[in-house]
């Protein structure tokens, strides 16, 4: 699934696909989603060609981010919408179908049947910790080595 530079959204930025625009920036694009899920459901996506969150560079991370809260306001303004989810799938396996980091957000109404099932289990204590150790001296080495900065694709 690796054809970013070709996907349905980079046709979306370079306007050669039509999409309903609500937000633009330098970094950050945001659309309504073709086949909604709940009337408003948007997608929000960076500018730059990442497939999957881990590999965005921090640059376009922050500016998702600072974006973020004010268009899940504005659709919650003006749709009406009791709640939200924030979906974001990453890879093929996870349900990921466009190969473009994207953030949905799919408004909940107070009549909407949708749901997001999966079938949690009580946390192994044991595994936790390591797993919990584990990621957090691979986040440790990520800062140490610079690597997000080295792998920065955001040219
Ligand atoms: P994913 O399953 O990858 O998390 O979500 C991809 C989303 O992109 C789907 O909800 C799908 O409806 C939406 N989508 C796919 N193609 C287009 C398109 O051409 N325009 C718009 N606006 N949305 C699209």
Not at 21 to 44: C, E, M, Q, S, W
Request: hydrophobic share 40%; aromatic share 8%; proline share 5%.
């Amino acid at each position: 699934m690796n054809d970013a530079p070709n996907s349905i959204f980079s046709l979306i930025l370079s306007g050669e696909i039509p999409s309903h625009k609500i937000y633009d920036d330098d970094f950050v694009y945001a659309f309504l989603d073709i086949n909604p899920l709940t009337r408003g459901h948007t997608l929000v996506i960076p500018k730059e060609n990442a497939p999957t969150m881990d590999t965005l560079s921090e640059d376009s991370a922050a500016s998702l981010g600072r974006v973020l809260p004010k268009i899940c306001r504005a659709i919650m303004q003006v749709t009406g919408a009791i709640n939200y989810n924030l979906i974001q799938n990453n890879g093929e396996a996870a349900g990921q179908t466009v190969n473009h980091l994207h953030i949905h957000i799919i408004p909940r109404y107070s009549d909407s049947e949708h749901s997001f099932v999966w079938a949690n289990q009580p946390i192994d204590h044991l595994d936790a910790k390591n797993i919990a150790e584990s990621i957090s001296a691979a986040f440790s080495n990520f800062l140490r080595s610079n690597l997000w900065a080295a792998e920065d694709n955001s040219g």
